[in-house]
């Protein structure tokens, strides 16, 4: 038995059985010839199929033909001699595109799109806040110290407590950031990648046809 998907559709006649499936449901399970006479599914499935392979035939011979007929093309040169001349194909006709490569700064659009990602620009909010808050917490701690070690009015305790307290509350906002950070950064990066993924699997045939499968990756 053999679970039918597209490019699979040459080698059908040599199994015993095709499982046929449509919207994730078995459908029908039959030998090949049998599958072609009573299911009107399949047959539509591997006229289509047929038909694709023969656009894509089809569209690999033209360039080569072209090729053939005007790689080389001579002319006559004013004083009666003949020279010849490479004529190169129109990117058009090529089947595999070259890759468009960016240069220099990227700017700030990439930190935008990253931060517009499923309220990134709200959790960055709250780790500048945090941030903020960190800090001021960590000048008062050391201004109080400097300012209070030598003063007679306040105890040693006092001082010590004061600064201990400032110290852990500067310490809850830091651990905050972190948390808010992690948040960030796994929501940011699930949105795009969910968004890049449904983009892939929605793609045409045509494009992975035309595109290598490192560059897809």
């Not at 499982?19 to 289509?48: R, W």
């Not at 694709?52 to 089809?58: N, S």
């Not at 002319?75 to 468009?100: C, F, M, N, W």
Request: charged residues 20%; glycine residues 4%.
């Amino acid at each position: 038995t053999v679970l039918l998907v597209t490019h699979q559709v040459d080698f059908l006649p040599a199994f015993d059985s095709i499982l046929l499936m449509s919207e994730g449901e078995v459908i029908q399970s039959a030998p090949y010839q049998d599958l072609l006479a009573d299911c009107e599914e399949f047959k539509n499935l591997v006229t289509a199929h047929k038909d694709t392979t023969a656009a894509l035939d089809l569209s690999n011979n033209i360039p080569t033909q072209r090729s053939k007929e005007v790689s080389i093309k001579e002319t006559d040169g004013i004083h009666g001699s003949r020279y010849t001349e490479s004529v190169k194909l129109s990117p058009a006709d090529q089947l595999i595109k070259k890759e468009e490569r960016e240069t220099g700064d990227a700017g700030v659009k990439s930190y935008m799109l990253y931060l517009r990602q499923n309220k990134g620009l709200l959790y960055f909010s709250f780790c500048v806040i945090f941030h903020i808050i960190f800090v001021a917490g960590q000048i008062s701690q050391n201004s109080w110290m400097a300012a209070n070690v030598q003063n007679p009015h306040i105890s040693t305790l006092k001082l010590i407590s004061v600064y201990i307290i400032i110290g852990v509350c500067t310490m809850f906002f830091m651990l905050s950031r972190s948390l808010v950070v992690v948040v960030l950064g796994i929501r940011t990066s699930r949105s795009l990648f969910s968004q890049l993924l449904n983009s892939l699997f929605h793609a045409p045939m045509s494009f992975f046809d035309s595109t290598p499968a490192g560059r897809v990756l």
